[in-house]
């Protein structure tokens, strides 16, 4: 969350600060034993953001204790629901912002003193250069991480050597992602609720692989969450085909300045409303309106 932390201090906007290893290691303690919550009246003006990609108190640690955190929960899959619901009555937060709208709508009528918004996830697009066309990319076909087992079958079969499958842990994703997106025609996404509906638990949300694909100017193929159509205004995502999925991808990479229009298209739009500063902007718009000034 490293970027989210740079646009928030951008934004000039105070937020938790980094942990020592003293306090890592004690707020993880403390967290274990849910022993990291409010204790002291927390006011407005003191407010601070932090960034939540796992249902535990430990990254709370120990602004929890003295002032009012208002948290972005990223990662909330419903596997995880019911420590996140858990935690969050613990901390009694009075704003929330949380990137999937699947579990925005499942976390508020659980927590009704808490006023929950959808914030989606984001990319730094200065990361990522999308200026090399797709006819002139040297890997057609690139998958990273979880695939949909399926489509991975049939497009390896149909295209052998022109198909990429790369794993996260295998590069840097701030030194080396930016540069294999930038090479790569084709970005293969799928929503979690498709590669791993047990994992998903009915959440169905746009990760930030689909922002960055954009942002490196890619051309994605997969399937599109109905939140990313909502914010961008349209479909960004070449749909699979399933009656014909490797003849559709046959038919793209035979074609690719055909579908150079979108991936412009969804470049402009990215850097419209799919940035960091795009999603601080937001946030501070809904908390200026509830009264919370820095």
Known sequence: MLDWCAAVSRAGVPQTRAQNRLEIRLGAMLAKASLVRPILPRAKDEAVLVALNWPSESRLFPDAYCRELIPWVTDCW??????????????????????ARDSVTWLTPRLPQTRIHWLPEAVEASRFDPSRPLAGRPVEILELGRNHPDYHRQIVTACGT????????????????????????????????????????????????????MAAGCLLVGHAPQELVDLYGYNPVVEVDWGAPAE???????????????VDRNVKRTLEVGTF????????????????RW
Request: glycine letters at 6%.
């Open 78 to 99: 419903g596997c995880d629901h019911a420590k996140w619901e858990a935690l969050l009555r613990r901390q009694r937060f009075r704003q929330l912002f949380v990137s």
């Open 162 to 213: 022109r198909h990429r499958h790369l794993f996260g842990e295998y590069f840097d994703p701030l030194r080396e992602l930016p540069g294999a997106l930038a090479k790569a025609r084709c970005l293969v996404c799928f929503p979690r609720r498709m590669t791993h509906p047990e994992q998903a638990g009915g959440v169905e949300t746009a990760t930030i692989r689909y922002f960055e694909g």
């Open 248 to 262: 559709q991808l046959r038919e793209i990479l035979a074609t690719p300045e055909a579908h150079q229009p979108l």
């Open 277 to 292: 500063d795009s999603r601080v902007r937001t946030m501070l718009s809904i908390l200026e309106e509830a009264g919370y």
